[in-house]
């Protein structure tokens, strides 16, 4: 067993703003949906709107920080193992078999977790950043005058924001459970938090970070 | 720990500084302030008419102020007989029926239900003198009653039964020295009391306005603005803008709120844009009726009830009509919330020669047009006057009764209680035929509530229609209303998407807890290994 630095201090930042962001959001949205009342509507509505542009400005940053680190590379999806790590988490972990796949700094994501982010992140949360901004400005002042472009419709826009919720908040739920199943039970919420983790002996590491550096410097 | 503070200092203090700024974001509001700073100059009249030469004398007859006036005020008296105020009727193109000459001239409804064979009574309140029935001369300028509207002593007033004939002995020479721009009471003499009393038919207008508090209505209230009624009902050669679509049709001549404040009055965007969908009253009205009872319910049918053979009345404990041999049974409300609807502008009447469908049980007096679909119709707050009226059963027509006559024996419901006499009567003046067999139909009016404005700080908030249930616009459809709106079957999948997730996760980490348990029994030494497992 070694400690490995695995999330740099900007990728946890991220991870846990976005972590708060989502669940609050999905707080104040779930109000403005008329779920339950908590903050009442008016302040569901601008607590709800202001976190959604930190949001924004955050995933801004984070897709800058993915390409200048190339960090973009983790979720690039592959089958190899695919099936092994759903036989993994169907069967395997039950028999106390190893993880399918070697967690190491350059690979830090196994298949499912590829798939899965990587549908996050081209897929789910753009749509509900554009569904979300189509709702803000479906009427927008200029000129003195109030503008309805009507180029969509409010209930669709609406439906599609209230149905990605609902899967953002069932990810949630997987995810926080899923993260049990490291080393131990709290080994990837520590990596999380401390940015360290143990991992398997991964004995290429350092000179496999050296060879990425020259050559992301080379490009 | 590090963590943690970065955490709030980075995320959650710039929410919460955001929010605050932006929650405490009360401009002040220009607009407003200069409409407060134009309407506090006060009017200056040009002329005394006190000082006129014209004007020192005594007056035999009305007419004769009348004459009087116009000799002055030469083009004035061409000008009033175009007016509604007038001719109680309007050219207006209704979708449907083509171009139509309506009004309260001959347009039915679910209070007293019309003028025809009761111009003697109804017709106090027209601006003119004589209209005791269908004979009278709108053409003849000196039928106008220029005092109901330009009286500023208050000592000037209308003879019940007398067709809008002063009542005997005013002294007319002090009287029309003191004329001047209708005020308040000079439209409240009228508008104040339709239906037969105070605030019985609107129930946004009534004598708690002449003297009205801010809570009761910021724009006439001394506290507030002291408007005038015709600071918003502006009025140019004695045409004036508003519309009741009790008895209007089109999308002509109203006054709106906007007129005033524009399109864009509050500081808050989010607010001006509700403007597109939701009319201003209705935030800004949340309550009618603030000060006394208005009448929400009419039942003719019960009316003629006699006990012991006489005509009775029944009260209750704060002195509302409740019945009345004469009329009928009655409902009454005080801070009533409206009710919503879709309008446009524009409205339908039902007509006393429309034929009532043989499967109707219901008329509609009047139906306000617009759906939300319609780009120039808003939600608007309404009273809806409901009530119950005689029908021909055999013609299938409303009938128009004859309520009111000076002496018995005529064929007045008010006077002789016969409804079959008061029917025939009616008709017959009407013009129309009468079978003899009649029934009481519910019917339906609904009223635009424009008046009595609350307080901003009165105004709907947005819990009072974003919301679940019971939101003041649940019956509004075709809209998106957030909170109220539902997406039935979304929110089914994602409430049994979260629930599996949940199940599963709860399942698979039974699982893996009993597998645990399995390998610990076999190597007991297994639990020091994987404590945290």
């Known amino acids: 067993m070694k400690k490995v630095y695995l999330y740099t201090r900007y990728e946890r930042f991220w991870h846990w703003t976005q972590a708060f962001l989502i669940l609050f959001l999905a707080l104040t949205g779930f109000e403005i949906h008329g779920s339950y009342r908590l903050f009442g509507f008016e302040n569901a509505v601008l607590l709800h709107n202001n976190a959604a542009w930190i949001l924004i400005v955050l995933i801004i940053f984070t897709i800058f920080w993915h390409f200048t680190t190339g960090e973009w590379r983790q979720y690039v999806p592959t089958s190899k193992n695919l099936k092994a790590q759903v036989a993994y988490y169907v069967t395997g972990i039950f028999r106390n078999t190893p993880h399918p796949t070697k967690k190491t700094s350059l690979s830090k994501l196994n298949p499912m977790q590829r798939l899965v982010y990587l549908g996050l992140k081209i897929i789910f949360i753009p749509v509900m950043v554009l569904s979300g901004l189509a709702y803000m400005f479906y009427r927008v002042q200029i000129d003195g005058a109030i503008q309805s472009p009507g180029l969509y419709d409010l209930y669709l826009v609406s439906a599609i924001h209230t149905l990605g919720a609902y899967i953002l908040l069932a990810f949630v739920i997987v995810h926080i459970y899923l993260i049990t199943t490291g080393h131990t039970l709290t080994s990837n919420l520590r990596a999380m938090v401390t940015g360290w983790e143990e991992l398997e002996e991964e004995p290429l590491q350092e000179a496999e970070r050296e060879v990425r550096r020259q050559d992301i410097k080379s490009k | ?533």
């Open chain 2, 1 to 533: 720990m590090k963590n943690i503070a970065t955490f709030i200092l980075s995320v959650i203090f710039p929410i919460v500084i955001i929010t605050i700024v932006l929650r405490d974001a009360s401009k002040d509001n220009i607009l407003l302030e200069a409409l407060k700073e134009e309407h506090s100059i006060p009017h200056v009249p040009s002329v005394d008419h006190s000082k006129h030469a014209d004007l020192q004398r005594d007056f035999d007859n009305p007419h004769e102020v009348t004459a009087t006036c116009i000799s002055c005020h030469t083009e004035r008296g061409d000008e009033v007989l175009s007016n509604a105020h007038w001719n109680w009727e309007r050219e207006a193109y209704i979708e449907g029926r083509g171009v139509t000459y309506l009004g309260k001239k001959n347009l039915i409804n679910n209070f007293c239900t019309g003028i025809l064979s009761n111009e003697a009574t109804c017709n106090r309140c027209h601006i003119g003198y004589g209209w005791f029935d269908d004979r009278f001369d709108h053409g003849n300028p000196y039928n106008i009653d220029c005092l109901i509207c330009h009286d500023n002593s208050g000592l000037y007033d209308k003879a019940r039964g007398g067709a809008g004939y002063p009542v005997p002995g005013l002294d007319l020479q002090t009287i029309v020295q003191q004329v001047g721009r209708p005020e308040k009471d000079n439209c409240g003499y009228c508008h104040f009391y339709g239906g037969g009393g105070n605030n019985v038919k609107h129930g946004d207008l009534e004598s708690a306005l002449l003297h009205a508090s801010w809570d009761v209505d910021v724009h006439m209230s001394a506290e507030g603005a002291s408007l005038e009624c015709i600071d918003c009902h502006q009025t140019t050669n004695h045409q004036m803008l508003g519309r009741y679509y009790g008895v209007s049709s089109d999308n002509t001549m109203r006054a709106t709120c906007e007129d005033c404040h524009t399109a864009l009055p509050h500081v808050e965007k989010t607010l001006n844009e509700h403007a597109v969908k939701v009319a201003c009253q209705t935030c800004h009205i949340p309550v009618y009726a603030k000060v006394n009872p208005t009448k929400m319910h009419w039942d003719w049918s019960t009316a003629t009830d006699r006990l012991d053979g006489e005509p009775y009345e029944v009260l209750d404990t704060l002195g509302n009509l409740l019945y009345t041999s004469i009329k009928g049974e009655f409902h009454w409300r005080q801070n009533a919330a409206p009710d919503y609807l879709w309008f446009n502008g524009t409205a339908d009447h039902h007509l006393i020669s429309d034929i009532i469908g043989e499967n109707d049980t219901m008329i509609y007096i009047n139906t306000l047009f617009g759906d939300a679909t319609d780009p120039n119709a808003r939600i608007y707050p309404v009273k809806i006057h409901t009530g119950r009226q005689p029908y021909d059963t055999e013609h299938r027509t409303i009938i128009q009764a004859k309520l009111w006559d000076a002496d018995p024996g005529m064929g007045a419901l008010w006077v002789d209680l016969d409804w079959d006499e008061a029917l025939a009567a009616g008709m017959e003046y009407v013009g129309m035929p009468f079978s003899g067999n009649y029934d009481f139909i519910d019917s339906r009016m609904f009223l635009r509530i424009n008046h009595m404005v609350s307080p901003a700080d009165q105004a709907l908030q947005c819990e009072d229609c974003h919301t679940r249930s019971g939101g003041r616009l649940e019956g509004i459809e075709g809209v998106y209303i957030p909170a109220q709106t539902t997406h039935a079957a979304i929110d089914h999948f994602g409430i049994l998407l979260l629930l599996f997730s949940f199940a599963g996760v709860v399942i698979h980490a039974s699982l893996r807890y009993l597998a645990w348990r399995k390998r610990v029994k076999k190597t007991p030494d297994l639990i020091q290994k994987t404590m945290n497992r």
